[in-house]
């Protein structure tokens, strides 16, 4: 009898850890059958042309030429800015803050500004930077909204990166008379690379996902030139995506499925780039 | 026991040398419990002075005091004077990076920076604007280290490849390159085996010719081997200072007495 | 104090480049603060003029929004409802199967089975949430128009499912932490007295970590509330009151999209109803975010 509710108790550990692991691997099932759909749609369109061939009305004629190369230049203005500006403020709240209360107000602020979300962000570009400062609907106010957009996770990030660093070399550096920025930037710094920089490629590869932002800040979506310089109008390649798969057209739908296809191989390369940085640290590191 | 009576005429007793530290009726806290309690002593030129205690005593704390590196530990705060050559270090108007220099320090555990041999001696001198030729500093610094013959054909590798005797002979190596006045061994062998220690043992006795020593240490013997003064503290007082042979042999407390002999506690 | 052994040559000098250093490392963490300041006013400035025009009542109590038709009606409940209507299905998805997957990483999976499971939430975490909105409109619509053949193109139930997906991996892996926040031997306690894993784990391991639990549900839900593209994409753009969930409505987000994508002019109150929408949507998510995030310090508070 006893034996009988024990076993059932048994039955039902292995019942609910049975389910417990359906639901986590269902995880892998969506994500299989997402890139399956996305592949079996857009893989036909997806050839060279595509790749160079500016958007067109015809769905046979139209690519992704001006939305890849909007991409380009917005992220390496975003990066350009955003990871000093980000790296340094991790600095001065891991190694030169005093601990008091307007430290503990930018911490706080930095953890609930990375949750506000992303089409708030389009806003203040559009009043901000398009607007008040009159740089149009440009690559420029573009990387500036994504700047703020991603600062709080590449901070977060290379904070943990500078906190993972052994206070022994700190100290190391101090007995040597090392000022603290001389002891940050020959010492520490270079110790926390690797992690602030797998932080920063996935900040940066957030920031290539974005679209809302973009919509918001007006981000054209019919634009048949390449981006000169800071100062011109773009578009990027998730506006592009967008813009298609908003068309009642199939054929438009398998255009925006290919340029999926750029996008996710994209972000899959950087993300390689972030696990192979974080693995090659671990071999060579401490 | 009177302990400021008692300090005074230890100050006078060992100060036939001119003193480097003065340490003037120092108190630390940690928040609020004091780690350090009116402690008075003078540190000698160029010789070794040996601190010794129970774990827990404060030796650390002291050490930490005379070169600053406290500044760096949140909620410490000191009463009192250090004066190095006269000066207080703890000035107003003294840079704390300018007393480092001067002051140097290696600690219990080797902790050379993740690079190369070189660049872990160099790295001092060359951020304190040293102008002479940088590769003779690191080459003078490893040999009065005792660690040339066996790193100079492989100086460009990275320090962590080098056992840990070496690594901390490195340190020291890295500490002598700033030429400072003072260095500040904090238990520097007690991760060493005992060749990597009487190495290092053998190394402070060479140096003292140029520079004056401060050694914290568990080690009885190593205290009696090769220090000229010793102090002892305990729960954060000096119970007793003076030249090591006097301390060891015929104390004059009591508690010293049984702590030297192993009958403490 | 002329000759003090202690006063070194370039003192002075490296003194104040240290200072002008620290300065501009401050800056740039001051950035943050600025950051949230220009949002706060530039969203109670617009607000603020087009409240001059719409009684702050009426935008808030009333239920027809057609500020783009006549008769023009500022009522923003629709959207609310709208925006409500996702969340609740979206959560519906990623709380029971967030918290599943979290106990299964955190109380059975073994250390290989982490290694893997975690990259892949990483990566769902990391798909662009345009890519589910098209997932939605090309994959999950058609499967529900399979099951209901009354379901419209835009739906609200297709963007659900997508938006639950999306805040899963979040979900998971803060369920994941709290779980794991959990000491060891409250635990052992319990198998000590004879508990099997499902008890242990439903009777000690689940209320010890209920706090933490709760404010990843908050987080993900306002999460789900900021998200944007795909219920554009795929919800439709009808602001409406309705609970039925094959059906087309508009959440606070899409509207905002769907007018700046339009032609209304800048100025107008018409233009400006994307301000207050967005100030009600920043003063929800950020009064969610706060509150969680104060529930999960202090519950990492307990277990340190
Ligand atoms: N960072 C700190 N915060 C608070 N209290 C501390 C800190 N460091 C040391 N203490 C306390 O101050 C006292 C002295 O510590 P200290 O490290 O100086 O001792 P010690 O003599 O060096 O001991 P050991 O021989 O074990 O190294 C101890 O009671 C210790 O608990
Ligand atoms: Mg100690």
């Not at chain 1, 996305?38 to 036909?44: A, K, L, P, Q, S």
């Not at chain 3, 893997?116 to 409109?137: D, H, Q």
Request: hydrophobic share 50%.
């Amino acid at each position: 009898m006893s034996s009988d509710r024990l076993r059932r108790r048994h039955a039902t550990t292995r019942c609910f850890r049975l389910l417990c692991a359906a639901v986590a691997w269902a995880g892998i099932v969506i994500l299989a059958v997402l890139l399956f759909h996305v592949t079996r749609e857009g893989i036909r369109w997806l050839d060279l042309q595509f790749l160079t061939a500016f958007p067109s009305r015809f769905p046979e004629q139209a690519g992704i030429k001006s939305a890849l190369w909007g991409t380009v230049w917005l992220i390496t203005l975003t990066a350009g800015i955003s990871i000093p500006v980000g790296v340094a403020a991790a600095i001065y709240l891991e190694e030169f803050s005093p601990r008091n209360r307007l430290s503990q107000l930018i911490e706080v602020n930095i953890g609930n500004l990375a949750g506000v979300p992303s089409i708030v962000y389009g806003i203040l570009g559009l009043v901000l930077f398009v607007r008040f400062l009159a740089l149009g609907r440009s690559v420029l106010a573009g990387s500036l909204t994504m700047t703020l957009l991603i600062l709080p996770v590449i901070i977060i990030a290379a904070r943990e990166a500078l906190r993972a660093v052994p206070d022994s070399i700190r100290h190391a550096a101090f007995a040597l008379g090392a000022t603290r920025w001389q002891a940050v930037r020959a010492q520490v710094l270079p110790v926390a690379l690797p992690g602030i920089l797998t932080g920063v490629i996935l900040a940066l590869s957030r920031a290539i996902g974005e679209t809302a932002p973009l919509v918001m800040i007006g981000a054209l979506t019919y634009v048949a030139f390449v981006p000169e310089g800071p100062m011109d109008a773009f578009t990027a390649l998730p506006i592009q995506i967008f813009n298609w798969a908003s068309r009642p057209q199939e054929d438009f739908h398998q255009l925006a499925a290919a340029g999926i296809i750029v996008l996710l191989v994209t972000l899959l390369l950087m993300n390689a780039t972030a696990v192979w940085i974080r693995q090659r640290a671990e071999r060579t590191g401490r | 026991m009177n302990t400021q009576t008692t300090s005074d005429a230890q100050i006078s007793s060992v100060a036939q040398s001119r003193s480097v530290l003065d340490v003037i009726d120092v108190t630390i806290r940690y928040g609020t419990k004091p780690a350090i309690q009116n402690v008075s002593l003078s540190i000698p030129q160029h010789r070794i002075t040996a601190i010794i205690g129970p774990s827990g005593c404060g030796k650390s704390t002291l050490l930490r005091a005379f070169n600053r590196m406290n500044d760096f530990i949140p909620n410490v705060g000191m009463e009192g004077r250090i004066l190095y050559l006269g000066s207080d270090i703890y000035a107003r108007e003294v840079d704390p990076v300018e007393v480092r220099r001067r002051i140097g320090m290696v600690f219990q555990k080797p902790n050379p920076f993740p690079k190369s041999i070189l660049q872990n001696v160099a790295w001092g001198p060359s951020i304190n604007g040293f102008t002479g030729n940088l590769e003779d500093r690191v080459e003078q610094s490893l040999r009065r280290a005792a660690l040339w013959e066996e790193v100079s054909d492989r100086l460009h590798e990275s320090a962590l490849a080098l056992s840990g005797g070496q690594q901390q002979r490195l340190c020291i190596a890295r500490a002598l390159a700033m030429e400072p006045d003072v260095i500040l061994m904090d238990e520097p062998c007690s991760a060493l085996d005992p060749v990597s220690t009487a190495r290092i043992e053998d190394l402070m006795f060479e140096l003292k010719e140029r520079y004056t020593i401060v050694i914290v240490t568990h080690n009885m013997q190593q205290a009696a081997r090769v220090s000229s003064l010793t102090a002892f503290l305990e729960n954060g007082s000096l119970v007793e200072y003076g030249e090591t042979d006097q301390v060891f042999t015929r104390p004059r407390n009591q508690r010293t007495e049984e702590y030297v002999t192993g009958r403490f506690g | 104090m002329a000759k003090s052994p202690l006063a070194g040559a370039g003192t002075r000098k490296s003194r104040t480049k240290e200072e002008l250093i620290r300065f501009v490392l401050f800056l740039c963490a001051f950035l943050s603060i600025l950051t949230t300041l220009s949002i706060i006013a530039i969203l109670a400035w617009e607000a603020y003029s087009f409240f001059r025009e719409v009684r702050v009542f009426d935008f808030l109590s009333g239920t027809r929004w057609t500020p783009l038709l006549e008769p023009r009606s500022f009522g923003v409940l629709p959207l609310v409802a709208g925006t409500l209507q996702i969340v609740i299905g979206a959560s519906l998805i990623a709380i029971p199967v967030g918290l599943a997957s979290a106990i299964y990483l955190a109380e059975f999976a073994s250390a290989g089975v982490r290694r893997v499971l975690k990259p892949v939430l990483e990566i769902l975490a990391g798909i662009p949430t345009v890519v589910y909105g098209y997932f939605a409109l090309t994959f999950v619509t058609p499967l529900i128009a399979a099951i209901f053949p009354q379901t419209q193109i835009f739906n609200a139930a297709s963007a659900s499912i997508v938006v639950g997906i999306m805040v899963l991996p979040m979900t998971a892996s803060l369920c994941d932490d709290a779980l794991r926040a959990v000491p060891e031997s409250l635990r052992q306690g319990a198998f000590a007295l004879g508990a099997t894993q499902f008890e242990v784990t439903l009777r000690v391991v689940l209320p010890a970590a209920l706090s933490g639990v709760m404010a990843s549900f908050v987080l993900a839900a306002s999460r789900a509330i900021g998200e944007t593209m795909a219920v554009t994409l795929a919800a439709g753009a009808t602001p409406k009151m309705t609970l039925n969930p094959l059906q087309s409505i508009q959440t606070m987000t899409a509207y905002i999209v769907q007018v700046s994508l339009g032609d209304t002019p800048v100025g107008t109150v018409e233009y400006q109803t994307i301000f207050a929408v967005a100030a009600l949507l920043f003063a929800i998510t950020l009064s969610m975010n706060i509150i969680a995030h104060r529930v999960l310090a202090r519950f990492r508070e307990v277990y340190e």
